[in-house]
């Protein structure tokens, strides 16, 4: 049996500068078809894929998600996960526990999609999460605080233990399908610091972090702006007039859900997010709920200051920095390639007007690459009970 996807996971790192305005324009609000068309332009030029092509994989994309979400909820106990298309030419692949209930092939069948079903990855999605858990649990119990424990999405979990520290053995009943790796660095570095750019995030004046999603609180109904969690100390924002507003802290979350903390602000800001370096918007019309592996997301930090877009390398990762030996971050999604730097935190991931996650900062897996990492904006509900504000 194969598992493996049938490519590996193509990389790109794309710039916006030669596709809009420059900085000094006045800003404009893009529509969703113009959206559309821009970030698909982003990826095919990066690729060499025709833009149709591009959007067709897109549209791919979207279906792949109704059709995991579909399977997932007929049948828990067997799925285990996917690993959508790498390329246009590409198939999308489905694991199992053991073997493929039968109702599956009628399902990919009607999603019009290539898919190629794996059975006898040995787990379902609930209990490789539950190991991915456990793990983490086990080593903060053993105080190691430069970690992070990542599933590959098919058939294994990666533990990396960061600083040049011995790795514990895990207990007996968690060591099936992991790799242990031991790296001299860091596991992970939170991009905070000075930025330049628009719609930052301030302390008195001093430019720290990026500015994410507008969002209102589900039961006040207070509406405010986002950021990452370690960049909770923050009491100014640029807003989307361009002045500089007073920024009153509401609560913050780093843990379990991610990394995030929330403001209110001197004004009601729009159901819209900054997209690129000419400061131009787009309407926010859904929030993504479903992550899988060689799918599209683009970032737009404030520090680096262009939009570029990669695909998801890992889907849901556990990872604590030595530089704040308090804080685990679990279920964070990690990228291909490292195209955040410093200031960049707290920035909008998103796809066309989907909002997709706000920018924590830089991973390091077991092979020693780096790595962006974001958390999920569908998770800023279950850490401050705030909502992404979503466009009428």
């Not at 992991?178 to 930052?200: D, F, I, K």
């Not at 970032?299 to 530089?323: E, F, M, P």
């Not at 490292?338 to 996650?357: P, R």
Request: glycine share 8%; with cysteine; charged share 20%.
């Amino acid at each position: 049996m194969s598992r493996s996807p049938s490519s590996p996971s193509l990389r790109a790192l794309v710039c916006t500068a030669a596709l809009f305005a420059s900085a000094g324009a006045r800003a404009a609000h893009e529509s969703a078809e113009d959206a559309r068309i821009t970030d698909a332009t982003l990826v095919a030029d990066a690729m060499g894929w025709t833009l149709q092509d591009t959007l067709d994989l897109m549209d791919d994309s979207d279906a792949f998600d109704d059709l995991v979400t579909s399977i997932r909820m007929t049948w828990p106990d067997d799925f285990s996960d996917g690993v959508f298309a790498a390329s246009p030419t590409d198939s999308s692949h489905l694991y199992f526990k053991s073997t493929v209930p039968s109702g599956v092939d009628a399902l990919i069948t009607a999603s019009g999609l290539s898919v190629n079903t794996h059975d006898d990855v040995g787990k379902n999605g609930l209990e490789w999460m539950q190991q991915v858990s456990d793990i983490t649990d086990f080593l903060e119990g053993e105080q190691i605080r430069d970690f992070l424990v990542a599933f590959d999405s098919v058939d294994n979990i990666d533990v990396v233990i960061g600083g040049g520290v011995p790795a514990p053995t895990l207990p007996v009943g968690l060591q099936g399908d992991v790799t242990v790796t031991e790296v001299t660095g860091s596991t992970m570095r939170l991009e905070s610091a000075p930025v330049w750019g628009g719609n930052e995030a301030l302390i008195s004046g001093v430019f720290t972090c990026t500015t994410g999603f507008n969002v209102r609180h589900k039961s006040t109904g207070v509406t405010g702006v986002t950021t990452a969690g370690h960049c909770s100390d923050i009491n100014q924002v640029k807003d989307s007039a361009g002045n500089i507003v007073s920024a009153t802290y509401q609560d913050d979350h780093q843990g379990r859900h991610g990394d995030f903390s929330w403001f209110t602000t001197s004004r009601a800001e729009p159901a819209t997010f900054i997209y690129n370096h000419a400061q131009d918007d787009r309407d926010v019309t859904s929030v993504k709920t479903t992550w899988f592996r060689n799918q599209w997301a683009c970032l737009y930090g404030q520090s680096s200051d262009s939009r570029v877009c990669d695909q998801i390398y890992r889907t849901s990762v556990s990872a604590a920095s030595k530089s704040d030996p308090s804080v685990t971050l679990r279920h964070l999604v990690v990228m291909d390639d490292n195209n955040g730097i410093s200031g960049d935190s707290g920035g909008t991931w998103s796809y066309v007007s989907k909002a997709i996650g706000l920018h924590t900062g830089e991973i390091t897996m077991g092979d020693g690459n780096k790595h962006d990492a974001f958390s999920r904006a569908a998770r800023l509900d279950n850490a401050m009970d705030v909502e992404v504000r979503v466009a009428p």
